[in-house]
């Protein structure tokens, strides 16, 4: 059933530029969560705990993930894009932080090693899975400047 959700999804035709903000798209928290599942059952393997997601205006990003004090992951994403497809791959690229806090740090510390959060070889290492749903990776990196 996920699976289908995402492949409808990146189906869509993407606007091209110049229609972007003609026809924006406003995830409801319903679809932020909906959408959530999804990834998280078919990429991650459901594997994630879902973290708290505010929906809402953001100031030159996409969407954002932080670590809190107590290991509780905290996500941040705009309330409007240019197309559905943004939003998914925003909200995957900030999965994926929370992956390596969640599931990779851990399985780092028991070796002794250092957790990786940044946009390195770990993070790298989710193009392929990214390819097979056809959610974009790299170009639509949520940190860069809007």
Not at 46 to 58: F, M, N, S, T, Y
Request: hydrophobic share 35%.
């Amino acid at each position: 059933m996920y699976m289908s959700v995402l492949q409808k999804i990146m189906a869509k035709p993407i606007p091209n530029r110049a229609e972007y903000w003609r026809n924006e798209y406003r995830p409801t928290q319903q679809k932020v969560t909906h959408t959530y599942n999804a990834l998280n059952k078919s990429l991650f393997k459901d594997r994630l705990k879902r973290p708290c997601i505010v929906v809402g205006q953001q100031r030159n990003v996409w969407g954002w993930a932080n670590l809190l004090d107590d290991y509780r992951v905290h996500m941040g994403l705009s309330d409007k894009y240019p197309c559905e497809q943004f939003f998914v791959a925003v909200l995957a690229h900030e999965m994926i932080h929370q992956w390596q806090w969640e599931v990779d740090a851990p399985k780092r510390r028991k070796k002794g090693l250092r957790y990786q959060t940044a946009h390195g070889e770990n993070f790298q290492a989710w193009k392929d899975t990214f390819d097979k749903f056809e959610i974009p990776f790299g170009m639509y990196l949520p940190h860069y400047y809007k």
